[in-house]
């Protein structure tokens, strides 16, 4: 935005200025009550996931101390959104982007990756297969990365150790939420990943008002953070719940967990779509229907206001055929 001969234009620099500040819609068709579920439109940011928020910090952050230097190559180790996020920020700034992903992730995030300028190997599953990823299979995907960084002399993202990650929502996505609502939130629930979101979103909220509780959202059959054996490593929510407590991750801001089923996971990002209007991924889905579960638990007030994300466009997803292989 400039202010030229008195008149005020509205225009962004770059699409590093479309990054954040989504919008909160209420989910009233999806969920008629009581109480409320409001969605923050995370799909909407301009590599269509909440991972552009943490992508511009990250990157930020490494070139303020020191880590990056101008023009300098980066490499990351991705499920895909991420890997698109930082696709963004380093086309307008001018990074070469390596991205090491498993080939058990949607090919179209490859495609949408590359189509920005990255490069995107794709490592050969271990154990899962398209569409399921687990732990394994991100260990080799990490490998490879490992083994580039050294090949290409690139920094290192490390997002899944990086604490710009969690402070990227604490600084954004928290302060973005408590504005909208009217600071009118009782819980926030979201799915672990890198827990990135997680931590920082819910620190910030409960340092507002101390009384909110947050959830983590895990696939049924993979719940390390709420201490059960991993019985089903392979799920539907891809770029989540990969059967270990991630590093960033801080129990302090945890009041429990929420576990839901592919089915689940299927019906509610098929609901955000037919009741709502809203193409989703499967993280999304799962998300709305642990807000639905907290709800109609009786561990809310009534009336209460659930806060969560619509994390990724479903365009990001494709299906499970040889093609896609």
Known sequence: MATVNGVTNEIKASALDLIGETPIVALDRLYTGPGRILAKCEFMNPGASIKCRSSLHMIRKALENGDLKPGAPVLEVTSGNQGCGLAIVCAVLGHPLTLTMSKGNSVQRAIHMEALGAKCVRVPQVEGTYGNVTLADVKAAEAEGLRLVDEIGAYYVNQFNN????????????????????????????????????????????????????????????????????????????????????????????????????????????????KEGLYVGYTSGANVAAAVKLLQSGKLPEGAWVVTTLNDSGLKYTPASEDCI
């Not at 402070?167 to 990135?196: K, N």
């Not at 983590?216 to 490593?233: L, R």
Request: glycine letters at 10%.
């Open 163 to 274: 604490e710009a990650n969690a402070e990227a929502h604490y600084e954004t996505t928290g302060p973005e939420i408590w504005r909208q609502t009217g600071h009118h939130v009782d819980a926030f629930v979201a799915t672990v990943g890198t827990a990135g979101t997680f931590t920082g979103t819910s620190r910030y909220l409960k340092e507002k008002n101390p009384k909110l509780l947050s959830f983590v959202v895990e696939p049924s059959g993979s719940e390390p953070i709420k201490g059960k054996e991993i019985t089903k490593p392979l799920h539907l929510l891809q770029g989540s719940g990969y059967g270990c407590v991630p590093n960033l991750f801080k129990f302090e801001y945890m009041d429990g967990t929420i576990s839901v089923t592919d089915e689940e996971t299927v019906k509610y990002k098929n609901l955000i779509g037919e």
